[in-house]
């Protein structure tokens, strides 16, 4: 009998000895089995039940007394398409994505190339002043900005004024409002996209960067020639997780604009929030967050089919 | 070759001017913080206060009820660890044991991650609701209490502790807890801080969800409870910006202190 063998035949006679509970069969099962509850509680059966109840008049009184609680089929979605603030909250939700993604995966880009371009200490040190943003909490950042974009004593319409400009209605005019909302969101959203790529970055073997060098080649024929095109991957990921981040787009607005003026920031998602949670319509909620799924899905699902189809 | 030497310098330059600008709402918060309300309205606004005083943190603490937010969020962020240790248990299951269903529940951990909470949000209250877990701490802290992107990290990290090690603790008689607490959980320190801070950070910045479960005062976290003081923006920017400092300040300290393991979290999260 081999080691391995004679290994193995004592551990299943050891196995036999142990309590049910302990068999190795058991144990994996026992190990997922409460994180598992928790993720198929509450996004598995959490998709169902958002099915199901948006084809359903539930709202604060059917909450009280689930027997009012009525199937009206399809008339959510209905109503929704027929609700001009739906179309506007799509089309903001279309704005913030097309301002904010390129954006983000741009800057960010460069950021991290910048960050990535010497070893020393002092850019080390700088990685995490852009890092900072990411992790600090939204309503902090929120008031923080609010402060700052205030129009009769806020830094930013002061600054306006030293070189003679008039102030601004950052928050209060409708399509400024739109992207003073959308520049905190991109400030705070650089940080988590700059660490991505800095890792793909720091993952380039620095020979093909010698190798350059050796033929003479620029620092942004370098940039251009290796670093983009390796950072393919990178840049494809950070693309589509931005994408998605944005298509959720809340926080901001709701904290910094609650939506207004006159909806001019309200997102999809903010308007799912206030449909289900200020009116209390939670099938009709329901009913517009599964149209947000079905979009979010189908553009992430376009992404990757293009990518798969274009190889690399 | 003079340019070449003279680059590193301009980048750095541009990088250190980029990051003045990012921290600056930062620096802006605490010194605005420490202003008397009378100086917060002057025009020009100061950058640097004239006088300091700390009165608006001590307001938020005798005048509003952030001893009771900011315990709150700390129970909350106990909660999550519970949840941490799910995730490790789950982590090691995926990594070190065959089972039946092994590659589909492990398909199902990582499709999670792509449902948006716009779609979990009623739902998950109408759950917490017939569970009776509305407006209670443990409500707030069941919908993120077990992160999937957490089990990944972990099941990559403990793919590569070696089976012969394992299999050595088997022979020698110890029992699957015991190889769980005493040989993974230690091998797998670094994988457990980067999942400790992520926790943190989670339970700390958490929003929505105690916006939406908690509706009572009593159970306010310090997120919602600076959301309040929002409400009240032209009345008061230093009590506001009191608030958003004892809400980021704990925040920047674990991130200095674990900055390390954050990034590497982060970076395992990307691209592997």
Known sequence: ?312 | MVRRRATPFVVGALLAAGAVLTAFPFFWMITTSLKPLAESYTYPPSVIPSTTTLNSYLRLFNDFDFGRYLVNTIVVVLIGFVGLSFVAMAGYAFAKFRFRGKSVLFMLVLSTMMVPIQVTMIPTYLILNSLQLTNTLVGIALPTLVSAFNIFLFRQFMTTIPDELLEAARLDGAGELRILWSIVLPISKPILAVGGVLTFITGWNSFIWPLIIANDQQNYTLSVGISLLSKQLAINPPLQMAGASLMVVPIVIVFVIFQRYIVQGFTMSGLK
């Not at chain 1, 097309?98 to 700088?126: E, H, K, M």
């Not at chain 1, 002061?158 to 102030?167: A, Q, T």
């Open chain 1, 1 to 312: 009998m081999t080691v391995t063998a004679a290994r193995n035949d004592l551990r299943s006679r050891m196995v036999a000895f142990r309590p049910p509970w302990q068999r190795a069969t058991l144990v994996p099962y026992v190990l997922v089995g409460p994180a598992l509850l928790c993720l198929v509680t509450f996004s598995v059966l959490s998709i169902l039940v958002a099915v199901v109840v948006s084809l359903t008049n539930l709202d604060i009184g059917g909450l009280a007394n689930y027997g009012q609680v009525r199937f009206i089929g399809l008339r959510n979605y209905q109503t929704m398409f027929g609700d001009p603030a739906f179309w506007e909250a799509l089309g903001n939700t279309a704005f913030f994505v097309i301002v904010g993604v390129p954006t983000l995966v741009i800057g960010s880009l460069i950021i991290a190339i910048a960050l990535n371009f010497s070893r020393s200490w002092i850019f080390r040190a700088l990685r995490a002043f852009y890092f900072v943003p990411a992790i600090t909490a939204i309503v902090a950042i929120s008031l923080i900005w609010g402060n700052l974009y205030n129009s009769q004593f806020g830094l930013l319409n002061y600054l306006l004024s030293l070189i003679g400009r008039d102030p601004v209605q950052w928050l209060t005019d409708p399509t400024i409002a739109k992207f003073s909302v959308a520049l905190v969101a991109i400030w705070r959203g650089s940080g988590l996209d700059i660490i991505i790529f800095l890792a793909a970055l720091q993952a380039i073997p620095p020979e093909y960067y010698e190798a350059a060098s050796v033929d003479g080649a620029t620092e942004w024929q370098k940039i251009f020639r290796i670093t983009v095109p390796l950072m393919r991957f990178a840049i494809f990921f950070v693309t589509v997780t931005t994408l998605i981040n944005w298509m959720q787009f809340f926080d901001e607005p709701y904290v910094l604009t609650r939506g207004g003026p006159v909806h001019a920031t309200t997102s999809m998602s903010l308007y799912i929030y206030q449909q289900g949670f200020s009116y209390n319509e939670f099938g009709f909620a329901s009913a517009a967050s599964i149209v947000l799924f079905a979009i979010i899905a189908v553009v992430t699902g376009l992404q990757l089919r293009a990518r798969l189809g274009g190889d690399a």
